[in-house]
């Protein structure tokens, strides 16, 4: 797995989409960090904290989850770069870095 990859994974009550922010060298010891995807949009002010990623729905950046390396069953996508770039704003806003 790797960073901008969206999968499907395995939570402990469901099954949803999650998208992997954290650091490849993370990623690579089995450590990722991790955003909820949903279908549903932003509103309010937390509109901020959410970023549109194509046809998956919207990542919310508001809740980092370390997540375990093999709840995960299917890549879905590779957000490109720009994308990405949105995420870290988000993640920066929310972290006030």
């Known amino acids: 797995m790797k960073r901008g990859d969206i999968w499907r994974y395995r939570g402990l009550a ?10 490849d060298v993370l990623n690579e010891r089995g450590e990722p960090i991790v955003v909820d995807v949903t279908d549903t949009g932003p509103e309010g002010p937390i509109a901020l904290l ?32 720009e994308v990405m770039d949105q995420v870290d704003v988000a993640l920066r806003v929310a972290l006030s870095l």
């Open 50 to 81: 959410t970023v549109r990623v194509g046809e998956w729905g919207f990542a919310r950046c508001r809740r980092l989850t370390f997540a375990d390396a093999d709840r995960f069953d299917d890549q879905l996508a590779q957000l490109p770069a």
């Open 14 to 23: 469901r099954t949803r989409l999650v998208l992997v922010v954290s650091d």
